[in-house]
Nanobody, 128 residues
């Protein structure tokens, strides 16, 4: 699986950005797709996950309401719509893909260890 993230940039606080992760190289019907972010000097943080087949989503409480993850089957992308951005959202954002294990619930994919494939990251900078 190859993942290519795009859509990052500089935005003012309160603005919006839409990130996109193009997936190729493998059928993703049995995968969970996730977005993570990492700010300078901080650990990688889980943002959202979605089951490619069926569209079940999961967000940590801190991301609910402002971030929306979705699948575009026509383009084979997983997108992250980010609204009401804050300076604290400044980070490199990474997309990732992990195989759906039959005994796992999507909540367990907040753990980055459950992902096998990672994109290169896209920088999001929110100015205050």
């Amino acid at each position: 699986v190859q993942l290519q993230a795009s859509g990052g940039g500089l935005v003012q606080a309160g603005g919006s950005l839409r990130l996109s992760c193009a997936a190729s190289g493998h059928t993703l019907g049995n995968y969970i797709m996730g977005w993570f972010r990492q700010a300078p000097g901080k650990e990688r943080e889980f943002v959202a996950a979605i089951r490619w087949s069926g569209g079940t989503t999961y967000y940590p409480d801190s991301m609910k309401g402002r971030f929306t993850i979705s699948i575009d089957n026509a383009k084979n992308t997983v997108d992250l719509q980010m609204d009401s951005l804050k300076s604290g959202d400044t980070a490199v954002y990474y997309c990732a893909a992990g195989p759906q294990r039959s005994y796992y619930v999507i909540r367990q994919y907040r753990n980055s260890a459950n992902y096998d494939h990672w994109g290169q990251g896209t920088q999001v900078t929110v100015s205050s």
